[in-house]
C-alpha cells in the first residue's frame, strides 16, 4: 500500500501533466498542447508561481516565538528529516532538513523552562521507508541528537516504526494511551506538532481525526523573505521542485480527506 502511496501522486504531478501534453501533441502532431506543455513548464518552474502555490499550503502561518505558545504535555516531532549517502566503510547518515529538530527541541525545553515540575514529554515517530534500508530508524536517531541538545532521555519518547502521516497519528495516539494507563486521571490528548508549515494542514487534520487537540509549531518555511526582482519570473529547478512539492502535498490533502469521507459515510 505504500508503494501506490508513493506512486500514485507521481502521475498526477506537474513533471508528469507537462510529459502528457507533450507526448499527445507528438502523436496527434499538433501545435497546442506543446505549447501548453511549455507554458505549463516554465510558469510552474517560476519562483513567482512555485511561492504562491506554498503559501496557500503553509496557509499564512508564520514562525512563533517558542516562549509565546501555550503549555502542552507533549511535543511530537515528525519524522522527514534525515537520508544515507555512501560513505567510507559503508552508509552514512545526513540531514534532509534539520529544522524540525532544532526547533522541535528549542520549544520542548521552552515549555519545560516554564511548567517546571510538570516536564512535557518529546515524541519523535519512527519514520522508516522501505526502499531506504541503509538509513536507520529515524525516532531512534532524532532521540539521540536530542539528547546531545541538552534533553533528557527520560522524556523522550519514540513510536514504532511507521511510513506516512497517518500512521504516525496512529502511532502516537497508542504510544501517549499506553503510558497513560497508569496515570490517574487520564490527561487529554492535547499536543504540539511540530512539521513543516507547507505540511501542517494535512498533519493537523490527521492528529485531529484521531482525537487529539492540536496547538500548531510550524516550522522549515519554503517561501523565503526577499525583494521581488525580474528573476521572479525565470524559471529554475529548485522553483519547480517546489511546485512538485505543493502539488503532491494537495493530492495528500485529497487521498486523506476522501479516506475520512468514505468511513463517515460507512459509519465506521
Keep these: 500500500m505504500l508503494y ?144 546531545a541538545l541538552g534533553v533528557a532521555p527520560e522524556l523522550i519518547w519514540v513510536t514504532k516504526e511507521v511510513s506516512t502521516t497517518e500512521e504516525e497519528s496512529r502511532a502516537v495516539k497508542a504510544l501517549i494511551l499506553e503510558h497513560q494507563k497508569s496515570t490517574s486521571p487520564q490527561r487529554q490528548l492535547r499536543v504540539t506538532l511540530v512539521t513543516s508549515a507547507f505540511h501542517m494542514p494535512r498533519a493537523r487534520a490527521l492528529f485531529e481525526h484521531e482525537g487529539f487537540v492540536v496547538d500548531s509549531y510550524p516550522v522549515d518555511f519554503k517561501v523565503k523573505l526577499r525583494e521581488a526582482t525580474l528573476l521572479d519570473w525565470m524559471p529554475d529547478a529548485e522553483s519547480l521542485a517546489h511546485s512538485q512539492l505543493a502539488f503532491r502535498e494537495w493530492l495528500g490533502q485529497a487521498f486523506y480527506g476522501l479516506g475520512h469521507l468514505k468511513s463517515r459515510l460507512l459509519g465506521h
Excluded at 10 to 32: E, M
Excluded at 45 to 64: H, I, K, M, Q, Y
Excluded at 120 to 142: K, V
Design 4 to 147: 501506490l502511496h508513493k506512486i500514485l501522486p507521481q502521475l498526477f504531478l506537474p513533471v508528469c501533466v507537462v510529459g502528457y501534453f507533450l507526448i499527445w501533441g507528438l502523436i496527434q502532431k499538433k501545435r497546442w498542447p506543446v505549447l501548453t506543455a511549455l507554458v505549463l513548464l516554465w510558469t510552474l518552474s517560476t519562483p513567482r508561481c512555485s511561492d504562491f502555490l506554498l503559501r496557500t499550503l503553509e496557509e499564512g502561518a508564520v514562525r512563533v516565538n517558542p516562549q509565546e505558545m501555550a503549555g502542552s504535555d507533549y511535543v511530537v516531532i515528525l519524522s522527514g528529516m534525515i537520508h544515507s549517502v555512501q560513505g567510507q566503510g559503508g552508509a552514512v547518515t545526513e540531514w534532509s532538513d534539520p529544522d524540525r529538530l532544532f526547533a522541535g527541541v528549542e520549544l520542548f525545553q521552552a515549555l519545560n523552562s516554564a511548567q517546571g515540575q510538570h516536564p512535557a514529554h518529546l515524541i519523535f515517530t519512527g519514520g522508516a521507508i522501505p526502499w531506504w534500508p541503509q538509513t536507520p530508524l529515524e525516532g531512534q536517531y532524532l532521540k539521540q541528537k536530542a539528547v
